[in-house]
């Protein structure tokens, strides 16, 4: 996964003093650990305060009736026999197209069958199937230095060091030749907030040169975007996506650790290696040939050599009205990739509706995690993990559990979608979001569970992009029931709502919680949780040390479940259809399905 985020506020310290010892979230989403984080708000006047000052802080204990402190605890037990089996070392870490996933699909398979549910997918004839076939392509990239030329100046930067480059693009070679770089500021098309970088540019076979996050971050003007809060017009994605469209050749983003979120090594630690996507019939040739990024040293050489001064350029990229600058400069460079296609599954089960079956609240979770690396450090190569994300996983059980105890099926369906690949960049809930077993403007909303806590239970509710959607409403009135708080992310401006799989269907307008536990706990206070935090991050977090401990007090991640669980029967039993604010980047796309849902 990413950080689990009552302890990822804790690791950009231990993480930019030993970047080097950190195990990537193998893509290549820069989530890696030194400071994955947070991210959107909507609009100021759309946010609801956060109860961070609750009247239950000094409570000692959940408040929970006879009954719900029965099934916290029979949830807290079902964690704790699924965890034990997928954390395994039998299960060898998990790793897609592995032997682990043969065991941990079927296991999962199986363990939905035993409880009652029904497959939820279909196989390549139309027949019911557990498992949704997600094919991907994976890329060793080889690369040259990236050439800079221009009048009386030639510069080669150096893989890793000055630069990273990559393609999405799934062929053996892919190539810049003396392609014109043009700065495009923060590289946005956004209408709604009457901005365009690319105003009056024909980029057709051309370089975007871009900064990263967006002007709302770099001004901290409220007004603009979201203010400091990361839109997703920040995300390095959305600036090679856009520059595609643009018809651009390649794209390159300058990094800067504070509005990234994350140091350089991370970047390099994340583009080099193998590169896993979904695979592609067009094989992603609408994407740019080359990719990349560069460091905010190399860029202020290029723009000197342009002439141009790269901080006014950054004040001028801040302003509406932002007017793109050709550099006269020139890049070339050639990368080779070897490419291997395979197969990976997602688990697919559902609860059918009693009323409005094709209506359905969705629960995801990945199932992945990094496999077996015969060149880790130490007699143990095998990274189980148990809490990354055994944990979620395993609350899809649990949860499961309990709806099919009950009396009669919600009225409208549960869909439990185990995800493969979030590891590797979200890509089994990208996948699911492009061939949804419902139809995503029939998906009322749902709920993502990734690294769950193990520290027992926590008064404070950690909403990742507090403020993004009425859902956080009846979250917080659930939460409150147990005696808790909703709390929002300390550092917003990092986009950290982006980088978990239930980004992909916010993306399409599904609206969409990814909350979990915090730090303030109830039997030990915040000291010792953060203490707890800083020891995961050190010592375990995508290490073989992230293994499963029969001695975890699971009833904090149990009372986290419960909350998603109580929200989703209340919504599976109501004609509710809940939205984003106004303001929120995926408003637009849920609103342009509202017909479907009258």
Request: net charge negative; with cysteine; hydrophobic share 40%.
């Amino acid at each position: 996964m990413q950080l689990p985020h009552h302890w990822r506020r804790l690791a950009l310290p231990l993480a930019l003093a030993g970047l080097a010892a950190i195990g990537g979230c193998a893509r290549k989403d820069a989530d890696i650990e030194a400071a994955k984080t947070e991210a959107a708000a909507p609009q100021a006047s759309e946010t609801p305060p956060a109860n961070k000052a609750a009247t239950t802080a000094h409570a000692s204990e959940p408040t929970l009736s006879a009954e719900e402190k029965a099934e916290v605890a029979e949830l807290a037990k079902d964690l704790h026999r699924h965890i034990a089996v997928l954390a395994s070392d039998k299960f060898e870490g998990r790793a897609p197209a592995t032997k682990g996933e043969e065991l941990t699909v079927n296991y999962l398979a199986e363990e939905f069958k035993k409880l009652g549910l029904e497959p939820g997918a279909q196989d390549a004839d139309g027949n019911p199937s557990w498992f949704q076939q997600v094919p991907v392509v994976e890329m060793n990239i080889e690369t040259t230095p990236l050439l800079i030329k221009g009048e009386g100046f030639e510069k080669s930067l150096q893989p890793l060091t000055d630069m990273v480059t990559f393609t999405q693009r799934q062929v053996p070679e892919s190539k810049l030749e003396d392609s014109q770089l043009v700065f495009v500021g923060y590289g946005i098309v956004a209408p709604e907030n009457n901005w365009n970088d690319y105003a009056g540019l024909d980029m057709k076979g051309k370089t975007a040169v871009i900064l990263v996050n967006d002007p709302g971050y770099a001004t901290q003007d409220k007004n603009l975007f979201n203010g400091n809060a990361m839109t997703y017009y920040g995300r390095w994605s959305y600036k090679f996506e856009e520059a595609a469209r643009q018809g651009a050749e390649g794209a390159i983003i300058i990094h800067e650790t504070g509005a990234a979120g994350y140091p350089w090594e991370v970047v390099s630690g994340s583009w080099s290696g193998a590169q896993i996507s979904l695979a592609a019939d067009d094989k992603n040739t609408d994407r740019v040939a080359v990719e990349a990024w560069m460091t905010s040293d190399a860029a202020k050489e290029l723009f000197t050599a342009a002439g141009l001064n790269l901080a006014q350029e950054m004040d001028a990229a801040k302003q509406r009205g932002f007017k793109p600058k050709p550099m006269d400069l020139s890049a070339s460079v050639e990368l080779k990739s070897k490419v291997r296609t395979s197969n990976s599954r997602n688990v697919v089960a559902k609860i059918p509706g009693s009323k409005y079956p094709d209506e359905a609240v969705i629960y995801t979770a990945h199932w992945d995690h990094l496999g077996v690396n015969e060149h880790a450090e130490g007699g143990d190569h095998i990274f189980n993990g148990a809490v990354d994300n055994a944990t979620g996983t395993a609350g899809l059980l649990a949860m499961a559990q309990q709806v099919k105890k009950m009396p009669q099926a919600p009225e409208r369906s549960l869909v439990f979608v185990a995800v493969t690949a979030e590891e590797s960049g979200l890509l089994g809930s990208k996948y699911y979001a492009e061939n949804p077993v419902v139809p995503l403007e029939k998906t009322v909303a749902g709920i993502n569970f990734d690294a769950m806590g193990v520290l027992g239970p926590m008064r404070d509710v950690i909403v990742v992009g507090y403020g993004n959607s009425e859902l956080e409403k009846l979250l917080e009135k659930t939460a409150a029931k147990q005696g808790r708080y909703l709390a929002p992310e300390d550092h917003p401006e990092r986009g950290y709502f982006y980088r978990s799989d239930h980004f992909s269907l916010a993306k399409k307008g599904v609206p969409m919680l990814y909350f979990d536990s915090g730090t303030d706990s109830f039997e030990h206070g915040r000291e010792w949780a953060q203490k707890k935090g800083e020891e995961y991050t050190a010592e375990h977090y995508h290490k073989p040390g992230d293994e499963y401990d029969p001695q975890w007090n699971l009833e904090g991640a149990a009372l986290d479940l419960a909350l998603g669980l109580d929200l989703g029967l209340e919504l599976a039993n109501s004609r509710d259809w809940p939205n984003w604010y106004a303001g929120n980047e995926f408003r637009a796309a849920r609103d342009q399905s509202a017909d479907a849902r009258k």
